[in-house]
């Protein structure tokens, strides 16, 4: 399910193909285990009167290979795996959040110690009103001037955080299909949404990265042309 959460809250629920006709200035401009041979291993002829060499152990009898063999086999299973189909398979959990009440400055420190390039703005009770994002606070026509006074930079940085940030802006639920999630970013050109309950309260972020490592990490992504 996809929903569009403003300053006044809801005003969109519905599929990702309505999204633009209901808000269309949306867009912003493993190492592989060694097979274990067992049939060979077991095989291999041993030598019951043979003494062993000073300082080795001896070799185990046919019965302790097996086990032997067997056991690290066993260890050597790779996990059980699934295909990766929801938001909630790759979402993180416990999203880095901003109050509407925070200041600009407050904000582009929060961004710097958590390392991400953007985060949910949310009211008093943890609803979703926006988006900021790192490029919305370095664009170009929004910073003072090099050569600006002191005083200015101070105001820029001063400014609530409702006055930078992106609104309204989609969310998804925690069992959207992951598909319906990449038409959703590919529309937009956001670069990850917060994933919401039914009341708008958010429960997590999923970003394009978080997709990305879906696909080269186990268990694979399921994916198809066409």
Not at 12 to 19: F, I, M, N, Q, T
Not at 33 to 40: N, W
């Amino acid at each position: 399910m996809f929903a569009i959460y403003g300053t006044s809250g809801l005003m969109y629920r519905g599929p990702v193909e309505d999204l633009r006709k209901v808000a269309p200035a949306l867009r912003t401009p493993r190492v592989r285990a060694l097979a274990v041979g067992l049939d060979r291993l077991l095989a291999t002829p041993t030598a019951p009167d043979a003494e062993p060499a000073a300082g080795v152990p001896p070799r185990p009898g046919p019965h302790g290979q097996a086990q032997a063999v067997q056991a690290y086999a066993a260890v050597q299973q790779p996990p059980q795996r699934r295909p990766l189909t929801r938001v909630a398979d790759v979402m993180s959990p416990e999203p880095v959040l901003v109050p509407d009440s925070a200041t600009v400055q407050q904000a582009w420190d929060l961004l710097a110690a958590q390392g991400v390039g953007q985060v949910p703005v949310v009211n008093a009770q943890r609803q979703l009103v926006g988006l900021l994002t790192r490029a919305e606070l370095m664009r170009p026509d929004r910073l003072p001037q090099s050569l600006a006074s002191a005083l200015a930079w101070r105001a820029y940085t001063g400014q609530p955080v409702t006055a930078l940030m992106l609104t309204p802006v989609p969310s998804v639920s925690a069992d959207t299909d992951l598909r319906r999630l990449a038409l959703l970013l590919l529309e937009t050109g956001l670069p990850g949404v917060p994933v919401v309950e039914d009341a708008g309260v958010v429960q997590g972020f999923v970003a394009r990265s978080d997709i990305l490592k879906a696909v080269v990490h186990d268990p694979p992504l399921d994916l198809w042309a066409g």
